[in-house]
């Protein structure tokens, strides 16, 4: 069994390991925390897009959530907010790890397509689930001199179909 806060790939795989560590600890951290400052220097501001999925695998029913990296940062820290203001029955930062799984990377040249998926869930105060079940699929791009997110395509089902 896989151990979700261990960076699933090896010290020799420097590239893949800093995506992970942007993806998933840094990810997680500055959402539990609310801080958009946490995140703000991984992502690739001129150019970005993000398509929403819309929790469908019909791509006709997607569209462009975020047209630039403001349109995101704001529905990530509405997100945020709605989520730190919510009462929780258990450790909310294992539980997000233990539903991520993120160990597909694709990297060609100085570009790559990263598959992060959630599946599972948060127990509330009240005893209901709070289901995550959802795909991201990340564009990332190696820009001064790091690997940063240039774009998604999100809100995805998992598993698709």
Request: with cysteine; net charge negative.
């Amino acid at each position: 069994m896989r151990d979700p806060f261990q960076n699933p790939f090896p010290d020799s795989d420097s590239a893949r390991r800093s995506i992970w560590e942007m993806l998933v600890p840094r990810d997680i951290d500055a959402f539990l925390a609310a801080d958009w400052s946490m995140v703000a220097g991984d992502f690739v501001e001129d150019g970005f897009i993000g398509i929403s999925g819309n929790r469908d695998v019909n791509p006709d029913k997607w569209s462009l959530a975020f047209p630039n990296l403001a349109a995101y940062r704001a529905e990530w820290l509405r997100q945020a907010e709605d989520f730190a203001g919510q009462a929780y029955g258990e450790d909310p930062r294992a539980a997000i790890f233990t539903t991520t799984t993120l160990e597909e990377i694709e990297i060609e040249g100085e570009t790559a397509l990263v598959r992060k998926k959630f599946d599972g869930g948060i127990r509330k105060t009240d005893g209901t689930l709070d289901v995550m079940a959802w795909q991201t699929l990340y564009y990332c791009r190696l820009h001064e001199g790091r690997w940063k997110i240039s774009g998604f395509t999100g809100y995805l089902p998992n598993p698709m179909g």
